[in-house]
């Protein structure tokens, strides 16, 4: 990373406690005091959208929205609903992608940074309830906003409600139209939009929702301001991000970056590569697979990715192995997220069958004729006619893995399964999948 | 202002009625579930395509009037 980068960074993972989670006392020393606090002060907390949107935050959940927007667009209907029915504030801390883990670790270490980006957010919409919503798996995480929303409360509280909620794991129950559907009693799959949550979302209050390393930054612009945000990053991307390596590498796990870094810094910073490379997933299991000799060349922000058609999605980064092999590691994670479908609509549900289905049959060395046709008609069919993007995000996963691993597709559709096979899996599935046509 | 078709995937269960009373704007996909032309409704296919709405045992087709464009997320 640039010299510029050394000294500023980390900026969110500052102070990180090598174990358990930084506590109120320490949090305030370090971070200092939380603004708009009196009531005379919160009256002027819209001032915050602004800065918001000179510092150019974009959501970090997946969809890298311009904060600032979603901001002034909850305030908006705000202004417009009876007094009594104020705006909510969601923190969404459910990944739901089992290769990230940055939320996570943010909610276990420091999670005074992400509840102070809710309760300014509320502030600053005009809200008066915050929801913490966290993945029920995530023991440690509820363990220690439980702990850090007593610290507050002893500490004179916020003066807003503050609350827990609970989500089932399951690659989409963190979409924004699942959590609300889920804090309204409902169960947590997403629902037909519009209207969208800033419209009517929780208890039919406009409804914000952020991720919550969106959130730890929002703390950190309303304590820094907009150009210290700027001094770092891409001007289409600034700032820093959280990232979540996995695969072929020393020391997997959650990085803060500058946006816009080369990929190959930080995989120094993670000890090195233990294998060559076949390929890199960025972005998660809806993101995009590039080949592995593109790694030199890439940067890490969504402008620059955006070249070779990928993203950063909610931040995560997978090397595959060359010594993986990758017909099945596609194979299984397609199926495994065929079974996420929240089994509401019919082009998900079946149009991510069939795919699992002939990647298989491919991965068995028994295609049926014109496999990779069907492979794309049964895309086009899935793709954009979900109440929810879970389809057209494992649409790009295939579409991208048959560019790069045509090679061993058509090995696999010709000799049957590899010696790699049956090695150790490498993307991460939170349930096992089992592979009939490849048994 | 003008009229376009929309499904909601959620509540539509395949039953293709709407295909049968619209085939210029609907047809149906390999499980039966329906492929809209999303262009604006042309003025003589209007009556046809309420009918169809009103075909569907399940209201899943649904009659929607232009409105700015919705952000994505």
Redesign the interface.
Known sequence: MSPRADIALPRLLAGMPAHGAMGLAEHRASSGELPYTTRRERRGAGALIDLVEQAGLRGRGGAAFPVARKLRAVTAAGGRTPLGKRPIVLANAAEGEPASAKDRLLLESLPHLVLDGGVLAARAVGADELIVCVEASAGAALQSVTRALSERERAGGDGLRIGIQTVPEGYVSGQESALVNLCNGGPAKPTLTPPMPFQRGVRRRPTLINNAETLAHLTLIARHGPHWFRALGTPADPGSALLTLSGAVSHPGVYEIEHGAPLQSLIEAAGGTTSPIRAVLLGGYGGTWLDGASIPELLLSNDRLACDGASLGAGVIVLLSAEACPVAEVTRATRWLAEQSSGQCGPCVNGLDAIAGALEEVLAGQPSAGVGKRIAHWSTLAKGRGACRHPDGVVSFVASALEVFAEELADHARHGPCDACVGPHVLPLPTPIELAAAA | MSLRLKV???????HGMCAEVLPELIAL?????P?LDERPITPELVDHAKRAAQACPTFALLIERDTPP????
Not at chain 2, 8 to 14: L, V
Not at chain 2, 70 to 73: D, G, K
Request: aromatic share 12%; net charge negative.
């Open positions: 909601n995937p959620i509540a539509c269960e395949a996909d390999d499980w039966g579930y492929i919705q952000r994505e997320e």
